[in-house]
């Protein structure tokens, strides 16, 4: 058994490992999140609903209509985005001028009904979603092993999270993007459509849920409340990062669950805790967040 100075190097890879894997998700939905929030002012407390939503539709593909996992992966992101376009077109867009706290509340709302309306279909037990043929098995590393679709899961994340921060803050699209939303009225004089580009961005930020709700049913169980636990602590992020911080969103994601990995190792009792306490430091030393402008 490998060690080093008394630590057992096999487990604690394994720990890293969880905690990347658990971080990629956190930057999947603290994206959607900085994203919906940075750009549109939107607080969106559905974001874990629709990432259960996204695990659910890929399940329910399956199960009635025979869509494998790689169809759903593209299928159910555009399936969520599109839910999400008809909630800001109906419900968020109305109440767009109105405080913050009106819009937390409405898709506070939307979450409880989501999760209740699954609850009655399906129970709260959880459902097994199978890891497709090809990313079965894995690889023995010198000091851990490394299974093959957690190894996807971190990829396709980093590579979704690293190409969404690249058309937002370096392409002439995002450029568009940023400009509607600081200054609708000039954008819409030069002909910009500011209504659909908001409504679109809306969409992208909650498809970004959908799609990590996918990657998600092969390893966790796919059950109602699993948009739930995880909401809470990636709010705790995206304030880690700064509120709206794309960049921000991405890097804490994935520091926070190295954290919660190697708390994970060390000491088991805080790991559920120990971002929340990272929160609060970095709130006493930097409000705006690790990333975030001063006002």
């Known amino acids: ?18 905690g990347l894997i658990n971080g990629s998700f956190y930057a999947l939905l603290s994206l959607g999140l900085a994203i919906i929030f940075g750009l549109l002012k939107i607080i969106n407390f559905a974001q874990g609903a629709m990432y259960m939503l996204g695990a659910f539709l890929a399940w329910m593909a399956l199960q009635y209509f025979g869509v494998n996992y790689w169809l759903a992966l593209v299928l159910v992101p555009l399936a969520v985005g599109g839910i999400a376009i008809l909630i800001e077109r109906f419900l968020v867009r109305p109440i767009a001028k109105e405080d913050h706290l009106y819009s937390l509340l409405l898709t506070f709302g939307l979450a409880l009904i989501l999760q209740g309306l699954f609850t009655q279909l399906y129970g709260s037990s959880g459902l097994a979603y199978q890891i497709p043929a090809e990313l079965k098995g894995g690889t023995k590393l010198p000091f851990m092993y490394l299974p093959n679709y957690r190894a996807w899961i971190i990829i396709a994340s980093l590579v979704v999270c690293a190409t969404t921060w690249w058309v937002i803050e370096k392409t002439k699209l995002g450029a568009y993007l940023r400009a509607g939303t600081e200054n609708p009225q000039l954008m819409q004089g030069f002909g910009i459509n500011v209504p659909l580009i908001t409504t679109l961005t809306f969409g992208f930020g909650v498809a970004l849920a959908g799609f990590a709700g996918v990657l998600a049913a092969p390893v966790y169980s796919v059950s109602p409340e699993m948009g739930s636990n995880i909401l809470i602590v990636v709010f705790a992020i995206v304030v880690i990062g700064g509120m709206g ?39 006493l030393i930097k409000p705006a967040g690790l990333f975030g402008k001063e006002a």
Request: cysteine-free; overall charge negative; hydrophobic content about 60%.
């Open 1 to 18: 058994m490998a060690t080093l100075f008394g630590i057992n190097l096999f487990a604690l890879s394994g720990q890293l490992l969880v």
């Open 245 to 283: 911080s794309i960049g921000g969103a991405i890097l804490t994601g994935l520091m926070m669950g190295v954290v919660e990995g190697l708390t994970k190792f060390f000491y088991p009792e805080a790991s559920s805790t120990v971002i929340f306490l990272v929160m609060v430091i970095v709130l």
